[in-house]
């Protein structure tokens, strides 16, 4: 018997790696050994933090803010996210409902830690962002991983809640656009979805983390629909500020006491800096140079999606945000991450092999990030056109 002191706790053994990290790690060392490598596998915006949130930063800085919060954020903050509810969505919501988190991370396990209990059942869809069934096993719940496809846009609808939601439903998680599939869920379908969930006795959690990059149509939030629905944002991808860690978490009145509790105790409170920063994130010059990045990245999806349609990809639903596209690969391979493999060491492109977001056919299908420049995107689609000539 291996003795307890040399093995983990047992939720280990459910906790799986990003694949993508070892791709990575791979496309580094060629990197340093000279080859120029296209990255088409990265999950975050390969534009810096705006200026005026840096220089917020950095008089926040200068000025020693340099100690905690309070655990659910900074007051002034907390409005000015009220504030662009009301002005994005129109929508009034009071600040004492948003919580301030390190990143969405930290507040998809607030909203776990606060709802599961052991063998609660929270529904998923799959191919999803891997953490969030990680989320759940850390709380001792049951992660029930849904298939779903171009059928449904690939995210959850109604039907599907309905046919696994059971007694033991604790929540419903929706990422709208999801990861990886940078598919939408229509405000009409989310109200059905919120409706069967309600039904269940359940909650309803929507993380709106790409909400910002949406192209060609305004996104509605799932706070529109109801108060009691858990909605996730963060300021990591439309603004541009992965390494904040910085975050926030829209919670039903009754839960924002303890959310407000485990947050003091798992995190004190979301980074000092990074809070006085976000500040400058709604300021008139910021929104301008926010809104010129989504522009961009809606004209880099316009190109790839047809570039990679072309070279035999099978992509069926036009996502309408994000910055990827989930890619079927079954006319070149039913082994996508050797796949994956391949086409760094031959073409020089790294991509991420289906199997970091389910298990749902995660052998046919790899995620393009379009989270590189225009002219790079060209380079890698023309590199994996002679690729698989
Ligand atoms: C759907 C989704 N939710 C949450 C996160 C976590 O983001 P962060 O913690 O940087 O805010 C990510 C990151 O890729 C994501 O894709």
Redesign the pocket.
């Known amino acids: 018997m291996r003795r307890k002191t040399r093995r983990a706790a047992a939720r280990m053994e459910d906790i799986a790696p990003f694949y993508v990290m070892d791709l990575l790690a791979r496309a580094k060392a060629m990197e340093a050994e000279g080859r120029r490598i296209i990255h088409m596998e990265v999950?975050?915006p390969d534009f810096t933090t705006p200026q005026p949130i840096v220089e917020a930063g950095k008089r926040a800085l200068d000025r020693g803010f340099t100690h905690y919060t309070a655990a659910a954020g900074l007051p002034e903050l907390r409005l000015a996210i009220a504030r662009f509810y009301a002005e994005q969505y129109a929508l009034n919501l009071s600040p004492d409902r948003i919580v301030l988190t390190?990143?969405?991370?930290?507040a998809?396990q607030l909203v776990m830690g606060t709802l599961v209990d052991p063998g609660d059942e929270v529904i998923l869809a799959d191919p999803g962002?891997p953490?969030n069934r990680h989320f759940v096993r850390l709380a001792e719940g049951r992660a029930v991983n849904v298939a779903v496809g171009p059928g449904t846009d690939y995210q959850l609808d109604h039907h599907l809640v309905r046919q696994f939601g059971s007694a033991h439903t604790r929540a419903v998680m929706v990422?709208s656009p999801?990861?990886p599939t940078g598919t939408v869920v229509g405000i009409d379908e989310m109200r059905s979805i919120h409706r069967v969930t309600t039904d269940l006795d359940a909650h309803l959690i929507v993380?709106e983390?790409?909400h910002g990059l949406v192209y060609g149509r305004d996104a509605e939030s799932a706070l529109s629909l109801s108060d009691d629905i858990f909605v996730?944002n963060?300021?990591?991808?439309y603004f541009g500020m992965?390494g904040w860690?910085l975050?926030w978490l829209v919670a039903p009145e009754d839960f924002v006491r303890d959310i407000d509790k485990l947050a003091q105790n798992i995190f004190l409170a979301a980074p000092t800096l990074a809070q006085h920063a976000a500040l400058a994130a709604f300021e008139p010059e910021t929104v301008d140079i926010l809104e010129t990045r989504r522009r961009e990245f809606q004209a880099r999806r316009d190109f790839l999606l047809p570039a990679l349609r072309d070279i035999g990809f099978d992509i069926p639903v036009e996502p309408e945000g994000a910055f990827y596209l989930y890619a079927g690969c079954n006319h070149f391979t039913d082994d996508s991450f050797a796949f994956a493999l391949d086409l760094l060491d031959k073409a020089g492109v790294a991509v991420t092999p289906g199997k970091d977001f389910g298990n749902h056919a995660p052998e046919r299908h790899v995620r393009f990030a379009y989270t590189t420049a225009m002219d790079k995107l060209e380079d890698g689609v023309e590199r994996i056109r002679q690729f698989l000539r």
């Not at 963060?234 to 991808?237: L, P, T, V």
């Open positions: 999950g975050e390190p990143g969405a991370s930290g998809l962002y953490c990422a999801s990861n993380d983390i790409y996730i963060s300021f990591s991808k992965t860690r975050g």
